[in-house]
């Protein structure tokens, strides 16, 4: 994979570029806008699908032309140019996402009114995702094996960044009140509970009757249909505790070693079951 380097943070080069990561920093934020926050493979376009459908139960269709492709701000979508190009012109209310650390966010979100939510999942599957992801795609340069996945993994060398980095750099801003902090793993358990607290926080809450349509087309077996069909790399499994068919106990230990290394004494933690 060719990569760039920015700020510290490895991004691919194939699809994002330094003057993408500039065009985000001015980028014209709206108060009605709402941010998707993720690091790579931790339930972007499930959260994405779910404010999808609460807004279309609404009425309110989301942008069309993205296609299948992830609606990242970074992003380039190859034949159709810059992402943050294509939404400036995008109706309101637009749903933006985004993959990078909080210091390359457009300098407006944060004293907007406009709502973030972030989504965070476990650091283990979230590798185990990460691997079955490079593996599928042609433009990653898959790792000799997945033991050597895992010390790249653990020495934070990932593209946007090291895990740890990116969600305790969200963490910082877990007080500000345009914020929503969410959890695969709740998603994972209670999904009409996570509905309904997001539709709340943005603004729009929703019939019981509502809460279980968006449920119904959000749930893994719906959305392997829709979603997962697009190119076979958005759905794999959709579980929580993959990470136990591949971890070994030396590796698991490392894992919580860095676990508790760095998340001790912030608030911040994870289910890994
Ligand atoms: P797995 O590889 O563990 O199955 P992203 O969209 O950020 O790339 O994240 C992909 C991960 O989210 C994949 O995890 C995928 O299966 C999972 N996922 C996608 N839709 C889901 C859903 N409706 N329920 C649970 N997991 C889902």
Known sequence: MSTIKERGITFPADVVTRSNLELMKTFDIRD??????????????????????????????????????PNLLEFTIPGKGPIVELFKTAPSPRVLATHVPVEFLPSGLLGSKAKTVVLMRNPKDTAVSTFKFWQKVPEVKTPESWDSFVEQYLA?????????????????????????????????????AEVRKLSSFLGRPLSEEAVQAVVGATQFDSMNKTVGQKNGLWTRKGIIGDWKNHFSDEQSRAFDDQYRDRLSNTGLEFEFE
Do not use: R
Not at 40 to 66: C, F, M, N, R
């Open 156 to 192: 934070g060398d990932c593209p946007w960044g090291p895990f740890y980095d990116h969600v305790l750099g969200f963490w910082k801003l877990k007080d500000h009140h345009n914020i929503l902090f969410l959890k695969y793993e709740d998603m994972k358990k209670d999904l009409p």
């Open 32 to 69: 009605d806008d709402i941010m998707l926050v993720t690091y790579p493979k931790t339930g972007t376009w499930w959260i994405h699908q779910v404010v999808k459908q609460i807004l279309a139960s609404e009425g309110i269709q989301d942008e069309k032309y993205l296609g299948d492709f």
